[in-house]
């Protein structure tokens, strides 16, 4: 049993704009790439050139199609990684003290020299979000590149996750939930920033932005230039003549 | 526990030295930071700095590491030893391969050059290999153009001087409607996603026209489903709208098209349906009011847009306008009689109508920039119309797709909304009109250069490429015959079925470079296998010698005779170049560079540097001095010191002896330390006052002319009526020499329309009712052709394709999820897995392009995913059609620019009454791979990790 932090100072984490993602999995292997090489052990791939390759990965993105009651058939893309839950159950129910959530900044990580990969954490995280490396044979999970956002090797403008730097449509957003300034607060606001899964009761940090409602088949206040040319008088020639006449 | 005690390293070190290059996982040409660490790749991110992805990076690009490190990359020349396509070879130095090569190649060249067929795929040095193969001699080159959307990048050309992706691009910062046409995820990719991200954080209106509803038409705020092949209705149908209701720019279209122009009416002489002329070749308008027939060039002219005017011999003519309005405005034009072909309901098309007229008249953009037009008058404001359309291979990949795309360009021109505040915008060196663009050159004598590029714009029948009897083509893959006479970028779809038929003759070294022809870049892959390997009586390879260069072990290296192994993306120069497919910005000149950012580890050479050899051993004038020495040392040295003419290169940056001139000026031995110095790439700003209306800004003109992208002022009318296919449709109707074979006439005067016109896409009546539903393929956005499938992380994402099947269709041939189907056309029939889709067509199928691959390809182990469950489509599209009786071969393309008409392919569906076999059909057996299968396990970093 470990314990959680009663509060932290900052409530750092991501908003996700479904409106926005496209699936194109930038986030994912660019998370992939920075990963790999960095926090714990590698993001090993297994039979990676064989039958059913199969890897550790922190990010990923699921693809659903939801059917409207009253629209087509649509898609949704989500992507899915460690929300930085404040009752953060995969940090309680470790038996080793290898996971928790950091009191300055609610960032959950895996100590790695601590873990040993019982897979307790992953079988109480609602939202599936931790992975056993296959080759480590430890916990992997996202960390919020907590080795880039305070890392002073790199520019501060970079000091980022991956994921939020590489993503080309902009749907992604870090910042500090505690500060209602902040472009996650504000974005949570004005959006309807949501949980997952609240019934959970694990109060995750990430916040989701729903998809805006998609078809809207009412005209856009246009019925005054609908006149169809043709009503007016000597016909489309007329209406030339007359719109030619207005040009001088 | 909280986070005491736990010491978590928030400072590791990430690189000794960035260095920044060009990516090249795709087609869009990103800046990348390549963070190198212990002299190894440790991390690759976007560049903040460039002008393509301003620091975003894609998934392809984000898995760099892994196709650089990739376990398939070729090591050595490879000599086959075995059958072609068995993939057994023999590893040789590069004496005896560069050798070889000069031998074949120089035996072409000292008896008939036309014999070299040389094609390169996806090859980002055009202007390089075409001039190469133009020193050579051969009228036989081209890029894969032909078979991807030539027809948006020709019918762009034709009608405006420009067309989407490398030659321009929505002003995203400004517009207040986007609507966005079937899109190939690698063009454009991040611009489009970094626009669409703009658009939502503006509130910005979508709509996507797509039968597929993902990707870009997920977050699209409305879909139109339509069905394949249908686009060009749809479209015709809003031009009817707004011309119906009068909402279009008169004022535009006077200013800057051929609105006003005449056009003649004696429907029994040869020039019927021409523009009429002055003597110096002026096309005429009628003035308003008095009716005098005028040079459209007179100053001040007010011309009129209607009436019948009578020239100066006597004879009549109508305005274009007049011809337009008349035509579109008929009752076939609405969208009633559109709804049911499309699947679109007639009130959507007429709201949509409504809402881009909003858009462009309600919500004029104003940007206070006083500019002077060409012809000399000044206006205080630039005022725009902020729709703006995006469209690509869905919409050109057909039979009708030229036409299609010009159609597009229509609407956008009548609504005035190109390059104008929040419109359209052209990318320098664009616009640039066919008057701008040299002509296709053929030809072929011994030992003697071609007199120019082998590619171009013809303006009429007299500039196709045929033997003197005028109808036989000059080129192997008929380019510019009467089989595809405006075929820009070549027909390389059609090389390898033309050359084993020996129509219109036989080759003897089919040469290629970066091109998986033997695999998913051909239509028709099984039957594409065999003529790689079918023999004559003599027992004789029918297609004799086959030289390829790639740097992976692709299926098409097992079917070739000669491998000359290239090196990955971070091994090579490049020059990005404003000659070849430009990278700039709609305010910014730009082009870029890569760079050896990491050593090649194996015995391979970039392939550009390998041809200047050939070209040297063969002793091709430009490449070899007087004293028999080699013009260039390498690709690098090609890329600072050729001219192409004086003071113009492969670069623009950085020019001049001492690095100080942009666009014109001499060689600077410098140059690309500079470009390195600068992130790998130049972007030079347009002056304020040259940033929109380039077709006709004089400041445009001038910078354009100071920076080299024009040799003098280019008038660019914009063509909304296309006189050069009113010249062919006089051949084909016997007025005008030369004319077409009998069997050609038919379809020219239907398709040559020289008003934008839909057809249907040819067989499309007979097949309807054997095969009910369209299929078509998209490529992932994580994932480009057959690169990604050996790529470690790649595949993890798309190692397999199923066909997505409407869940209509599904219900009524009882498919399940994971069921296997038969798939069939008239081409044949593949067994696929299946999977139930409804944000789609109710009449198409789907699946992923260049997913499924060939057993022993790639690196990959023969009992890959991808080789047993994932599957191609070409299999089941013909380079043919289905032969009509007629005794002719018709190609499978656009009549006028031999496009291949990929998505105009038909099929039926059943659920395989065998589900037990578990694998994609059809097997086409393994390759040996020279280069052995990729490691079981990959940890890639862990050196850094703790």
């Known amino acids: 049993m470990t314990c959680l932090p009663t509060s932290t100072e900052k409530r750092l984490g991501l908003v996700i704009d479904l409106d926005t993602c496209v699936g194109c999995h930038a986030c994912v292997v660019n998370c992939k790439e920075w990963n790999t090489g960095g926090y714990g052990a590698p993001l090993a791939d297994i039979d990676a050139y064989g039958e059913e390759p199969s890897g550790a990965w922190l990010n990923r993105v699921h693809t659903f199609e939801v059917t409207p009651v009253a629209a087509p058939a649509q898609i949704v893309h989500f992507p899915k990684s460690c929300l930085h839950c404040d009752d953060a159950p995969c940090v309680t129910v470790c038996p080793t003290g290898a996971s928790y959530k950091r009191s300055e900044d609610g960032i959950v990580l895996v100590d790695e020299d601590m873990c040993i990969g019982c897979g307790l954490c992953a079988w109480a995280c609602p939202y599936g979000a931790r992975e056993m490396d296959p080759v480590a044979k430890v916990m ?7 080795d880039r956002i305070y890392n002073e090797e790199i520019p501060e403008i970079d000091r980022i996750p991956a994921c939020v730097r590489t993503c080309p449509s902009s749907a992604r957003h870090f910042g500090d939930f505690n500060d209602p300034e902040s472009n996650v607060s504000i974005l949570t606001m004005a959006r309807g920033g949501y949980d997952l899964m609240p019934e959970m009761a694990t109060r995750p940090v990430n916040k989701y932005l729903p998809p805006r409602p998609k078809t809207n088949p009412a005209a856009q206040g246009c019925a005054s230039h609908s006149t169809p040319t043709v009503s007016a008088p000597g016909g489309f020639l007329g209406w030339l003549d007359a719109a030619l006449e207005r040009l001088g | 526990m909280s986070s005491k005690g736990h010491m978590p390293n928030l400072s590791p070190r990430v690189s000794d030295e960035i260095r920044k290059t060009t990516c090249y996982m795709c087609a869009c040409r990103c800046g990348i930071n390549v963070h190198m660490l212990d002299g190894k790749v440790r991390y690759i991110e976007g560049n903040r700095d460039h002008p393509i992805n301003r620091g975003v990076l894609c998934a392809k690009g984000s898995a760099g590491i892994m196709q650089h490190y990739s376990p398939a990359r070729l090591k050595k020349p490879l000599m086959r030893t075995g059958e072609r396509g068995s993939g057994d070879f023999k590893e040789i130095e590069w004496e005896e391969a560069l050798g070889l090569a000069a031998s074949w190649l120089d035996d072409v060249r000292q008896s008939d050059p036309r014999k070299l067929a040389f094609f390169t795929g996806r090859d980002q040095s055009q202007s390089m290999t075409g001039w190469w193969a133009q020193q050579f001699g051969t009228p036989n080159y081209a890029a894969h153009g032909g078979f991807c959307s030539v027809n948006m990048a020709a019918a762009g050309i034709y009608t405006m001087g420009g067309a989407f992706w490398e030659f321009g691009a929505p002003d995203w910062d400004r517009t207040e409607l986007h609507i966005i046409f079937g899109v190939a995820e690698d063009h454009d990719s991040n611009p489009i996603k970094m626009g669409l991200g703009k658009l939502k954080a503006r509130g910005v209106k979508v709509i996507g026209v797509n039968p597929v509803r993902t990707g870009y038409n997920a977050i699209a705020d409305e879909w139109l489903g339509i069905t394949p092949g249908t686009d060009g209705l749809l479209i015709l149908a809003l031009v009817h709208e707004l011309i119906r209701t009068g909402r279009v720019d008169l004022d535009y279209l006077i200013r800057y098209t051929n609105a006003p122009w005449l056009v003649i009416d004696d429907p029994e002489a040869a020039d019927h349906g021409l523009f009429a002329r002055d003597a110096e070749g002026v096309p005429m308008v009628a003035e308003r009011g008095s009716g005098m027939v005028v040079p459209s060039s007179m100053p001040g002219v007010k011309p009129a847009l209607q009436g019948r005017h009578r020239l100066a011999d006597g004879r009549s003519a109508v305005p274009v306008f007049e011809l337009m309005a008349g035509k579109y405005a008929d009752a076939r034009h609405s969208p009633a009689a559109v709804a049911g072909r499309t699947g679109i309901d007639a009130a959507t098309i007429s709201r949509i109508a409504d809402e881009i007229a909003a858009a462009a008249f309600d919500r004029e953009v104003v940007i206070d920039q006083p500019w002077t037009d060409m012809k000399g008058e000044r206006h205080e404001r630039m005022i725009g119309r902020p729709v703006t359309f995006h469209a690509m291979r869905g919409i050109s990949a057909h039979a009708n797709g030229f036409q299609t795309c010009r159609a597009l360009h229509l609407l956008q021109i009548l609504i005035g909304s190109i390059d104008c505040p929040g419109g359209f915008r052209f990318k320098p060196p664009y616009p640039r009109p066919v008057a701008g663009q040299p002509k296709p050159h053929g030809g072929s004598q011994k030992c003697t250069p071609l007199n120019g590029p082998h590619l171009g714009y013809p303006r009429g029948p007299e500039d196709m490429l045929l033997e003197a009897d005028g109808l036989t083509p000059q080129r192997l893959d008929k380019a510019f015959s009467w089989d595809a006479p405006l075929s820009a970028h070549g027909l390389m779809h059609m090389v390898i079925s033309n050359a084993h038929a020996r129509d219109p003759y036989g080759i003897d070294v089919l040469f290629m470079y970066m091109a998986n022809m033997a695999w998913n870049s051909s239509m028709n892959t099984s039957e594409v296998m065999r003529m790689l390997t079918d023999k004559d009586d003599k027992g004789e390879y029918v297609i004799p010698k086959i030289i390829y260069s790639d740097a992976y072990s692709s299926e098409m290296v097992a079917y070739a005779d000669l491998i000359l192994p290239d ?19 709609p305010e910014a000149m730009c082009d870029s560079i890569r ?28 490449m070899t001095n007087k004293d028999g020495k080699p013009v260039y040392r ?9 001219q192409r003419k004086p003071g113009i290169g492969p670069l623009s940056g950085w020019r001049g002896a001492d690095g100080t001139k942009t666009g014109r000026g001499e060689p600077n031995p410098d140059q690309l330390a500079r470009y390195i110095e600068n992130g790998g790439f130049s972007e030079v700003h347009i002056p304020a006052e040259a940033r929109f209306f380039k077709h006709a800004n004089r400041a445009w003109s001038d910078w354009a002319i100071a920076q080299g992208l024009q040799d003098g002022p280019v008038e660019n009318v914009f063509q909304l009526y296309l006189e050069p296919l009113r010249k062919f449709q006089l051949a084909a109707e016997g007025k005008a020499e030369p004319q077409p074979p009998e069997h050609h ?13 839909w057809y249907a896409p040819f067989g499309d009546a007979q097949q309807t009712a054997d095969y009910p539903l369209h299929a078509l393929t998209q490529r992932p956005a994580a994932m480009y052709h057959s690169w990604g499938s050996q790529n470690a992380w790649l595949r993890q994402i798309h190692g397999t394709n199923p066909l997505f ?18 798939v069939s056309s008239p081409n044949g029939e593949i067994r696929v897995p299946v999977a139930r889709m409804d944000a789609l067509n109710g009449s198409t199928v789907w699946t992923w392009n260049a997913i499924g691959k060939r057993k022993g390809a790639w690196a990959l182990d023969p009992k890959a995913q991808e080789a047993g469950k994932g599957f191609l489509l070409n299999h089941l599209i013909g380079e043919l059609l289905p032969p009509k009786g007629d005794g002719m071969r018709w190609s499978n393309s656009d009549p006028i620019t031999g496009q291949a008409a990929w998505f105009d392919l038909r099929v039926a569906i059943r659920r395989d009454p065998d589900q037990s076999l578990g694998r994609a059909s059809p097997d086409t057996g393994t390759q040996k791979s020279p280069v052995g299968t990729g490691p079981e396990t990959v940890t890639y970093g862990r050196e850094w990790t703790e």
């Open chain 2, 634 to 642: 390498d690709y690098a040295d090609y890329i600072v010191n050729h």
């Open chain 1, 140 to 146: 992997k999970k996202c960390t919020l590149c907590v």
């Open chain 2, 595 to 622: 760079w050896p950012v990491v050593e090649p580890d194996r015995d391979v050479r970039g392939f550009q540097s390998v041809l200047l050899d050939l070209g040297h051993r063969l002793g091709l004038p430009a």
């Open chain 2, 567 to 585: 090196t990955t993306y971070l091994e090579r120069h490049d020059s990005i170049s404003l000659l070849d497919r430009p990278i700039s910005e």
């Open chain 2, 805 to 822: 099947v409407p869940g209509t269709v599904c219900d009524a041939h009882g498919l399940a999820d994971g069921d296997w189907a038969l």
């Open chain 2, 745 to 757: 006439r038919a379809r020219i005067r239907a398709c040559f329309d020289p008003l934008p016109v």
